[in-house]
């Protein structure tokens, strides 16, 4: 049974969640207080935090973030509508998805389902076997990559990122994903450097690096290597 930590103050919206969740076989622990947050989190270790953003006590972003310096466990934020900032500042802390107040019930479990389906794929250890994508492939024993069959050098860091996003190919990766990934979750310097290195990888494997065909932009979200 998932185990599932939801943080939220509005107690009409955190009943109505809980009682569908468990309806739908999940074990459901509710704090309202977000100081209650990161001690339940330890206590419940769950498989799945639901985080809304404004709390009383400690804000969702500090709990997304302090979590997040511990843990791989999926989190989704819960946004006010059209917080455009909190959505990406959300995401940039390591948030796995959002979602917008008000949402209907049936999406929200949607949402989680598909977190949670996607989340072990994350902690599987790199296969070492090369992978390829696109035209693309990626040998991390030989540390070679080769682009529509030839040899191309990479610096360590534009090497990681291609590996990663060629290994996870067709699937959207968010900035945080990403940064934590390659730069590590204590990673504090510019967002900008993960930018930098897209446009470095997209000037030597894409035909045109105006019109990227191979690692397409999500906007507000992140990016996608194209899995064809
Ligand atoms: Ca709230």
Redesign the pocket.
């Known amino acids: 049974m998932p185990k599932l930590l939801l943080v939220?103050?509005?107690k009409s919206i955190a009943e109505g969640l809980a009682i569908t969740l468990e309806a739908e076989g999940f074990q459901v622990a509710w704090v309202k207080d977000g100081l209650d947050a990161i001690p339940t989190w330890e206590r419940v270790r769950p498989d799945l935090v639901v985080l809304?953003l404004?709390?009383p006590g400690m804000s969702g972003t500090e709990i997304c973030r302090a979590i997040r310096s511990r843990s791989d466990v999926p989190i989704i934020m819960l946004t006010a509508r059209d917080a455009e900032v909190d959505r990406v500042v959300g995401l940039e802390l390591g948030a796995d998805d959002y979602i917008t107040k008000p949402f209907s019930t049936r999406e929200f479990v949607a949402r989680i389902k598909a977190v949670l389906r996607r989340a072990p794929m994350v902690d599987v250890p790199i296969d070492e076997a090369p992978v390829a994508a696109s035209g693309v492939r990626v040998d991390r024993v030989r540390h070679e990559v080769q682009v529509d069959g030839s040899l191309v050098d990479f610096p360590p860091k534009e090497f990681d990122l291609l590996a990663y996003l060629v290994e996870n190919a067709g699937r959207v990766l968010t900035r945080g994903q990403l940064i934590d990934e390659i730069w590590g979750s204590d990673y504090v310097g510019d967002t900008k450097t993960l930018d930098v290195h897209i446009r470095r990888l997209r000037s030597r494997i894409e035909a045109d690096a105006g019109v990227p065909a191979r690692i397409q932009t999500v906007r507000g979200v992140g990016y996608r290597f194209a899995d064809t």
Do not use: K, Q, R
């Open positions: 939220e103050d509005e809304d404004m709390l």
